[in-house]
């Protein structure tokens, strides 16, 4: 997982022409975007929504395979817990078609993340993250999910 503000993205020009794409288009972005998804080029996607985040405790981490998420939210602030899957129980085994395999049971962490006011988090494959987290109390919240293919 990367934790880091969008006045570094140059740092990760290097790192992946497709995130940078992603970082760039989120240093760009306005306020005032509607909820919906977006396609940046064949290999980065924009899902936009609009949500309340939650002071529920139960936590559920989800991961990819297919795709490196960059969280961003634009509007509010959310808690993102994080935990490295390797050291937690699958719930729900590997979904192909969607994506994702859900893990319970952090044993290392879990860790908050928050994002917003200008902060954004990289998820790789091996990052367990469990969104959706008010910080204080839950909010209405606009977040930025950017999806970059890696296959």
């Known amino acids: 997982m990367i934790l880091d503000t969008l006045d570094n993205i140059d740092i990760y020009k290097e790192l992946s022409n497709d ?6 288009f989120l240093q ?5 975007i509607l909820p919906g998804l977006y396609s940046i080029n064949d290999r980065v996607k924009v899902i936009v929504e609009e949500y309340e ?4 405790k139960a936590l559920e981490f989800e991961s990819h395979k297919k795709v490196i998420d960059i969280q961003y939210v ?21 979904n192909k078609e969607k994506d994702y395999t859900i893990f319970v049971d952090p044993h290392a962490g879990p860790v908050p993340v928050d994002i917003g006011n200008n902060a954004f988090a990289i998820m790789y494959e091996n990052d367990g993250h469990s969104p959706k987290h008010s910080v204080d109390t ?4 606009k977040k930025i999910t950017v999806k970059v293919s890696v296959d």
């Open 19 to 24: 995130i940078y794409v992603g970082l760039i």
């Open 28 to 32: 760009r972005l306005e306020i005032g």
């Open 53 to 56: 985040t939650s002071s529920d």
């Open 74 to 94: 634009i509007v509010g602030t959310e808690r993102v817990f994080w935990s490295p899957i390797k050291y937690m129980n699958i719930k729900t085994p590997y």
């Open 138 to 141: 839950p909010q209405i919240i």
